[in-house]
């Protein structure tokens, strides 16, 4: 079982739709998370830490369930500059800073 | 430039040859790390600095895979004896603080082995 797993899509959303990207981790003893997104043939960019009690930017809200082991991403409105890849990433307490991506999920807004 | 700086940008090599891949972090950052992304996946954890210490190396696919870091800045990942299944985005990141912070990617060093 991969440490950190994702539906790698593709999500085909119109613009202006609301959609939601679920990501679930193996082990308990992660601590930290993040969202990440990488455009195509781009390095991957922070897009947003993840905090216990849910935090949200703009259109973006990211959520954790710890007793579940999953995080969420929900991206309100979306807009055609949303198209790209998003990645969950989560450091483990005992694995120092070590970070690891989970394999994405591609979203495609479309006009 | 301010940013996190990979070279070569692009390399193809024979399968059996030798390739060198450089990564220069950004000033002040005291973790580096490498990663590699093939085709369509996602990133693969390879190994992670903090400082010129290699913490974890678990990433590391085979014994011919290698990398070092000196002076706390530059970071070297060597191959050898190159392999197909070695072709891939290898990606660079340095991060301020080496904890769980954010981490600044390089544009990649794109490896094709024939």
């Known amino acids: 079982r991969k440490e950190v797993e994702q539906d790698p899509g593709p999500f085909n959303v119109p613009e202006g739709a609301t959609v939601a990207f679920n990501c679930t981790y193996s082990?308990?003893?992660?601590?930290?998370f993040f969202w990440y997104r990488q455009d195509c043939r781009k390095e991957p960019k922070l897009l947003m830490s993840?905090?216990?009690s849910g935090n949200e930017d703009g259109r973006f809200t990211a959520q954790l369930n710890r007793a579940s082991q999953y995080i969420s991403l929900l991206i309100r409105d979306s807009k055609l500059s949303d198209s790209a890849t998003y990645l969950c990433?989560?450091?483990?307490?005992?694995?120092?800073?070590?970070?690891?991506f989970g394999q994405g999920t591609e979203l495609s807004v479309k006009p | 430039g301010a940013g996190v700086s990979q070279s070569p940008s692009n390399k193809v090599t024979e399968k059996g040859k030798d390739v060198e891949l450089r990564c220069d972090p950004i000033?002040?950052?005291?973790?580096l790390y490498w990663y590699r992304q093939s085709l369509g996946q996602g990133l693969e954890f390879l190994i992670y600095?903090?400082?010129?210490?290699?913490?974890?190396k678990s990433g590391l696919p085979s014994d011919r895979f290698s990398a070092e870091r000196t002076g706390g800045s530059v970071s070297t990942l060597t191959i050898q004896r190159t392999q197909q299944e070695d072709s891939a985005v290898y990606l660079c990141?340095?991060?301020?603080?080496?904890?769980?912070?954010?981490?600044?990617f390089g544009e990649g060093s794109r490896l094709t082995v024939l």
């Open positions: 993840v905090y216990s």
């Open positions: 082990n308990s003893a992660s601590q930290s």
């Open positions: 000033s002040g950052h005291t973790a």
């Open positions: 600095f903090q400082g010129n210490s290699a913490p974890d």
């Open positions: 990141a340095s991060s301020f603080t080496g904890g769980p912070g954010e981490l600044f």
């Open positions: 990433v989560v450091n483990i307490y005992n694995q120092g800073g070590k970070l690891i």
